[in-house]
């Protein structure tokens, strides 16, 4: 059994697709398609069902999978170790971005981090299901790392390095009934039409907890992935929304007001598998993350 097997079964395994693995680990699809024929072969059993539109593990393949994976993070820590005494860290860094991560300066941290380790390749990628998506990329061992936004306790398998918060303010048009108080309770927000990012995004976790809390009905008609776009819908009349208040300097033609009686904090963490021990190049992310996170110029 070779490390170059196990590498491409893992892959066909989380991509659940032969041509996807392939692009994955830039390689072509026969090379795939071989050496994990070779692996069934000398283990003597069918890991992967090819009958189905998608390919599917067999009960021998969802057995090899977390063993397979234990094996590869072995190798890669092996690798580290040497490159560390040899040459510097080295290798590549998976990280999970939000699409919106204005409460730290992450180029600022993300060039400091490749000054420090310029062997280290550093790959970002969001999630179009946000914070879910990320969290769901670091469990299948997609993604090292990740900045997410998760309110209440972590998920299993995930450990959480908190980072910063921010509040939610209620953006309303400038001609609402409620833009003439000062803050507005959460139980007068019943049935308003909300404009909010879809679900697994952070902020609409934070809203959905909040009027869950509080036994407030509330109605989601307009959802955005960008959401520094929903002052500019508010004002448009299209609805109202609750948005991170660091958006929310210098807004024009909309009253933002505070919430209250709701817990309408929105979290920033830093997401690490809590199943297996970070790589190298994932460890120097956490440290320089634990020194001080960059905050917004």
Avoid: C
């Avoid at 069934?40 to 998608?54: F, M, P, S, V, Y």
């Avoid at 590869?72 to 820590?77: C, K, P, S, T, V």
């Avoid at 990740?146 to 306790?153: H, R």
């Amino acid at each position: 059994m070779e490390l170059r097997q196990l590498e491409y079964f893992v892959a066909v395994a989380e991509e659940r697709h032969f041509s996807r693995a392939a692009t994955r680990l830039h390689v072509v699809q026969s090379a795939v398609s071989a050496a994990i024929k070779t692996l069934e072969r000398e283990l003597g059993a069918q890991l992967l069902d090819r009958n189905a539109k998608r390919v599917r593990l067999t009960d021998a393949g969802a057995a090899l999978l977390p063993r397979a994976r234990v094996a590869l993070d072995a190798a890669r820590d092996a690798r580290d170790a040497v490159d560390e005494v040899r040459s510097g860290l080295r290798g590549t860094l998976r990280l999970g971005v939000l699409t919106s991560i204005r409460l730290l300066d992450l180029p600022a941290l993300l060039g400091e981090y490749h000054r420090r380790h310029p062997g280290v390749l550093l790959q970002t990628s969001a999630a179009p299901s946000g914070s879910a998506g990320l969290v769901a990329r670091l469990t299948e061992h997609r993604l090292d790392l990740a900045f997410v936004s998760l309110p209440g306790p972590p998920p299993p398998g995930i450990r959480l390095i908190d980072l910063a918060h921010a509040p939610l303010d209620l953006v309303l048009p400038a001609d609402h009934p409620l833009a003439g108080r000062p803050t507005v309770p959460i139980t007068d927000l019943t049935d308003l039409d909300f404009i909010d990012s879809p679900p697994g995004y952070g902020n609409r976790a934070v809203a959905d907890r909040a009027f869950a809390a509080a036994g407030v009905r509330r109605r989601v008609t307009i959802e955005i992935s960008d959401i520094g776009t929903g002052a500019d819908f508010v004002r448009h009349g299209l609805g109202v929304a609750l948005l991170p208040r660091f958006l929310l300097t210098g807004v024009t033609g909309v009253a933002v007001r505070e919430v209250t009686g709701a817990d309408l904090r929105w979290p920033l963490s830093l997401a690490v598998p809590a199943d297996r021990a970070p790589g190298a190049a994932a460890r120097a992310l956490i440290a320089l993350v634990r020194t001080g996170v960059p905050e917004p110029r």
